[in-house]
């Protein structure tokens, strides 16, 4: 059984680029949910889609936002970059939703923004 | 505003060296407690799941217990392939990871 496919797996931009980073869930999925993972403020979450519509949202500013497609993948998008947006992004899937906690962990993409 | 604390941030412990990781908590309206382990350059992988006061789930050396105030992951007899970070999370009103204890099994 495939696993949790993010991609890209790394990748640098410079300040004021945009990026999107993109998510393939666990067959048979259909939550999708964002973290960023950074030494300094550990892993936070970013939203979760269940089914195409977004089902919670952490506390991030606007210019992190996201989408799922009807095949379950799903795309994150960081507009304006900043430096401090340098993290791991994490995506994970869940059969049932994120709030049963039973998360697939993709491998993440790690974005460095210089 | 929830709050998830691990302790201790690393622990180093011997091969067979049963130990203890804690993960203390506030919340309002606990709706879970999860705990994952991560090894380097990999995502979380899930470990157990735990939804009431008194709660106890089990995998091979791995115990998770639940209080209303905290989660204890109870390592038995551990083998240097246990070294990892393991994390806490909570859900209330939304998931909060905690900082994640940092463990080292040497043979």
């Known amino acids: 059984k495939a696993g949790v496919t993010q991609t890209p797996r790394y990748l640098i931009k410079t300040r004021g680029q945009q990026v999107t980073l993109s998510c393939s869930p666990i067959?048979?999925?259909?939550?999708v949910s964002w973290y960023q993972q950074t030494p300094g403020q550990g892993l936070q979450f970013l939203f979760e889609?269940?089914?195409?519509?977004?089902?919670n949202k952490g506390n991030f500013p606007g210019r992190f936002s996201g989408r799922q497609f009807s095949n379950s993948r799903s795309e994150m998008n960081v507009s304006t970059l900043e430096l401090g947006d340098s993290a791991l992004y994490l995506c994970a899937s869940s059969k049932q939703g994120a709030d049963t906690g039973e998360l697939f962990f993709g491998e993440g993409s790690r974005l460095t923004v210089l | 505003e929830d709050q998830v604390t691990q302790s201790p941030e690393a622990l180093r412990l011997q091969e067979g060296e049963s130990s203890s990781l804690n993960c203390s908590y506030t919340?309002?309206?606990?709706?879970?407690l999860f705990w994952y382990r991560q090894d380097p350059g990999k995502g979380p992988e899930f470990l157990f799941t735990?939804?009431?006061a008194g709660e106890e789930k089990e995998k091979e050396r791995l115990k998770a217990t639940l209080t209303k105030k905290e989660s204890f992951l109870h390592i038995t007899a551990p083998k240097p392939e246990d070294s990892a970070t393991y994390l806490c999370?909570?859900?209330?009103?939304?998931?909060?990871f905690g900082a994640g204890t940092r463990l080292t099994v040497k043979p």
């Open positions: 919340v309002s309206g606990l709706r879970g």
């Open positions: 067959s048979g999925h259909r939550s």
């Open positions: 735990l939804y009431s």
């Open positions: 999370a909570v859900r209330g009103n939304d998931m909060r």
């Open positions: 889609y269940f089914s195409e519509t977004q089902r």
